[in-house]
């Protein structure tokens, strides 16, 4: 059944606020039930939390607030001002809400309970919006101590709900015996309770609990105390945003997507408006536009070591387009690329001459007359002998056209004539196989090198690009993070080698495989050890590992003198 498209609407900034506490068996969180009354999430069991009122960036609230200016309060949450109102509104839903006053006094002292009792008459007119929070603080002479409120993670509403929210999730440890309770109004019932236990009742179909609150009950459930949760919370750095956002399949029905899902980023960047409309599927042959100056259109040569198939892109939004990267040499995928050109490729471009990315350059200039541009390919490995560039690409020289430019940057590892684009007007990253949607890509010795592999990832985290347009799959979302975790797996599969080589005290390729690749499949063993046949060249060539008569062995450290 088709579900209709989600309506645009703006989100409304919003704060959350987990509170924890320590029992005899671990960290316990503070929920609420939302009346069944209610717009929006009626009868869910969240945390306490709501929209920014306009008073919360008042700078009366400001003052009140200790251990963080605007300034760096907007830093942490990515905003060039008003940051600082989302830990307000984080202290004042959680007294609304749950009754918990998180303030302490001049000299930094929390509030007794008896006196927290004695302003509970206050929630009432403050939920109806009568009476401010800044008030309350001014009168009591009391502070919110922002570094004790720890910025945890950042939600947004998927469009279509009747009312969406633009979320900032805290944690912070609830003030010593503040028992705290729901008022009876927009909430009708509270307890505190074990992630893991709020997590089996959401299984057993007793309480209801939407994602965003699942997985946040999921990250605290793997802490041992509230003290453990709140610096996990601080050592997260950079917090990304997770966005639902609908698309459609290739027959018309809606499904939603999450961060963690393949198709997630490139639902974003082809339909910014969140229309809801656009496929999601890649389809062999079917053209999938990107944006105003980028359409692709994947080859039918899906595979184990291709995904989905080889992505050819053309760029531009003029009458002179360029393609990078035309594929396999697969006549219809040809045609179909000539007739999505109509007449206008000026330029065939090629990341690199593996058999699956440039071979339809020959066949595509035949047919519009294009000027061929890469670097030529190596004497050795599985390349392309019919690649013959009219035009060699330098490092950093680019190629004007309408409506785009297109920067080389020389990539050598995986392929040592390898080839990234960056489109400069949008700061997507054109990146053949250096970079792979869902994976890591086999770096093949002789030709594939892992110390020039890895000096090219890490060139390319100071490129600034905003999106990755891989050789195969999906576009790849937050460039940096996802360079930066293909490193980390490099060196921690390295960091296996020696480790093995050092239990083992010597082995042979063969023995070496299924001790460092025991993490994937035997059958893919034969590829890996393509892959580590370039980690232990690398370490040999660093001097760390000893290569003889077909054995490693790690080299052993000079006695110290």
């Known amino acids: ?92 839903e959680c007294f609304e809400e749950a009754g918990i006053l998180l ?84 909430t009708v019932h509270s307890f505190w309770i074990s992630p893991r236990e709020a997590l089996a009742r959401q299984e057993r179909g007793e309480i209801e609990i939407i994602f965003p609150t699942r997985v946040s009950l999921s990250d605290l459930a793997r802490v041992t105390t509230s003290a453990a949760a709140v610096d996990h919370a601080r050592s997260l750095g950079d917090i990304q945003v997770e966005a639902a956002v609908w698309a459609l399949d290739h027959e018309g029905s809606a499904r939603m997507f999450r961060r963690a899902d393949p198709p997630y980023h490139e639902i974003h960047w082809s339909d910014p408006e ?13 053209p999938k536009r990107l944006d105003a100056r980028v359409t692709r259109l994947t080859a039918p040569n899906s595979g184990v070591m291709t995904g989905p198939g080889t992505n050819c892109y053309l760029v531009g939004d003029g009458e002179a387009l360029a393609v990078i990267d035309p594929g396999p040499p697969i006549d219809e995928h040809v045609k179909r690329i000539a007739e999505l050109g109509a007449g206008r490729i000026r330029w065939i471009l090629v990341t690199h001459t593996h058999v699956d990315h440039s071979p339809a350059a020959a066949l595509l200039k035949t047919v519009t007359g294009a000027q061929v541009l890469g670097r030529p390919r190596p004497a050795h490995g599985n390349q392309d002998a019919s690649f013959a560039p009219d035009r060699v690409l330098e490092h950093g020289e680019r190629l004007a056209i309408p409506g785009a430019t297109l920067r080389a940057i020389h990539t050598p590892g995986h392929a040592s004539n390898h080839l990234c684009y960056l489109l400069e007007e949008t700061r997507m990253l054109f990146t053949g196989d250096q970079v792979m949607q869902g994976s890591t890509v086999v770096i093949n010795p002789p030709d594939g090198n892992m110390l020039a592999y890895l000096a090219a990832l890490e060139a390319l985290l100071h490129e600034g690009a905003v999106i990755l347009a891989p050789g195969h799959g999906y576009l790849v979302g937050a460039p940096e993070k996802e360079i930066r975790r293909l490193i980390a797996h490099r060196l921690a599969r390295e960091a296996k080698i020696t480790a093995s080589l050092a239990r083992l005290g010597g082995a042979t390729l063969e023995e070496l495989v299924p001790a460092v690749y025991d993490d994937v499949h035997p059958r893919i063993h034969p590829v890996a050890a393509r892959s580590l046949t370039a980690h232990l060249e690398k370490l040999t060539a660093e001097g760390t590992v000893h290569a003889a008569a077909g054995r490693y062995a790690l080299v052993k450290s000079p006695p110290a003198r």
């Open 274 to 286: 969140e229309s809801g409309k656009t496929c999601f599927v890649i389809q062999p042959g079917v």
């Open 1 to 92: 059944m088709t579900t209709p498209a989600p309506k645009k609407m703006e989100p409304r900034p919003a704060a959350t606020i987990l509170l924890l506490r320590d029992d005899q068996h671990g960290p316990e969180v503070f929920m609420l039930q939302r009346t069944k009354g209610a717009a929006f999430l009626p009868g869910a069991y969240v945390f306490p939390g709501g929209a920014l009122d306009p008073s919360d960036g008042d700078e009366r609230a400001a003052r009140r607030v200790r251990g963080l200016s605007d300034a760096e309060a907007s830093a942490k949450l990515g905003l060039a001002s008003g940051g600082l109102a989302y830990w307000i509104a984080a202290a004042r």
């Open 103 to 186: 303030a302490v006094d001049a000299a930094g002292a929390p509030v007794a309970p008896a006196r927290v009792a004695a302003l509970e008459h206050l929630r009432e007119p403050m939920n109806a919006g009568t009476a401010k929070f800044a008030d309350l603080l001014e009168a009591e002479d009391l502070y919110i101590p922002a570094q004790e409120i720890v910025y945890f993670s950042h939600w947004i509403t998927a469009a279509g709900r009747p009312r969406r929210f633009n979320t900032r999730f805290f944690v912070a440890r609830a003030p010593r015996d503040q028992a705290g309770a729901h008022d009876d109004s927009e």
